[in-house]
């Protein structure tokens, strides 16, 4: 049950989070509404990209799903949809250094471009969480008000200065100024907006609808949606890739498509 993956800076490696465990010793009863308990714990895969092999496993909370490297490889964050917490990897070692509490269904996670503060999308709390990777604590949260209801995916732009998040049920992408904590604007794109992708001059910000089936190009400077255009069953995952100005587009129906941005 892999569901994300995140590369390293020196981009000879790959770390892939598991959903859950199955098999012998396991119990995989926890699902994407469960509330607090004592689920199993999963793990975290380490790829070579170079040999593509696994070289190490990682002991992560119960159903890892978004995780993050810091610009500097030190550390790796990972989101524990059903523990409400996030686990903070020491990369050097390939160890567990912190398990951090959060609440209900944390998600999306953004480093800041120093590699000191980790934002998380506490998604079934309605609120992002900011922790310190150097004292390992909760320093500060965004509200409701600022995060809007549930939050899901987070994206800082190329400045550090603004924070994008897509809000699922509210089928909208917010602009959030981190200078003031304030909400900048908001684009509303399709229904069910989860995942997005920033072009690398920060001018543009895709995000896929996924009960829609689309994917939407928004302008960062004003939040105006400038096109909507079909994806494909259920899209789930987009990046963006600088060289070409191409957006990738992941389908749960198992099929990619690749948009031209000109």
């Not at 170079?50 to 550390?75: E, H, M, N, W, Y």
């Not at 550090?160 to 794109?189: E, F, H, P, Q």
């Not at 543009?204 to 994806?231: E, H, I, W």
Request: hydrophobic content about 40%; proline content about 6%.
């Amino acid at each position: 049950s892999p569901v994300e993956a995140a590369v390293t800076p020196d981009g000879k490696s790959v770390y892939v989070s598991n959903y859950k465990m199955y098999g012998p010793g396991f119990n995989p009863v926890a699902s994407d509404d469960c509330g607090p308990g004592n689920w199993d714990g999963s793990y975290v895969y380490k790829i070579d990209v170079g040999a593509l092999r696994i070289t190490r496993v990682i002991p992560t909370g119960a159903v890892p799903k978004f995780l993050a490297v810091s610009p500097d490889g030190s550390r790796l964050v990972v989101a524990n949809w059903c523990g409400f917490d996030a686990t903070i990897i020491d990369t050097a070692t390939d160890t567990e250094i912190a398990r951090i509490p959060l609440g209900r269904h944390p998600r999306g996670i953004a480093i800041t471009s120093d590699s000191r503060y980790a934002l998380v999308a506490v998604m079934g709390a309605a609120r992002i969480d900011v922790i310190d990777l150097t004292t390992l604590r909760v320093v500060h949260s965004l509200p409701a008000s600022v995060a809007g209801v549930t939050p899901r995916h987070l994206l800082l732009s190329p400045d550090g200065r603004t924070l994008y998040v897509s809000n699922n049920v509210m089928n909208s992408v917010r602009k959030i100024d981190l200078s003031t904590g304030a909400v900048a604007g908001i684009a509303t794109t399709g229904t069910q907006t989860r995942t997005m992708a920033l072009s690398d001059d920060g001018a543009s910000l895709y995000v896929v609808n996924y009960a829609d089936g689309t994917v939407s190009k928004v302008r960062t400077r004003d939040m105006a949606v400038l096109q909507t255009v079909y994806s494909g069953h259920h899209p789930i995952g987009i990046t963006y890739d600088a060289p070409t100005r191409q957006v990738w587009v992941a389908n749960y129906s198992g099929t990619l498509r690749v948009f031209t941005d000109q």
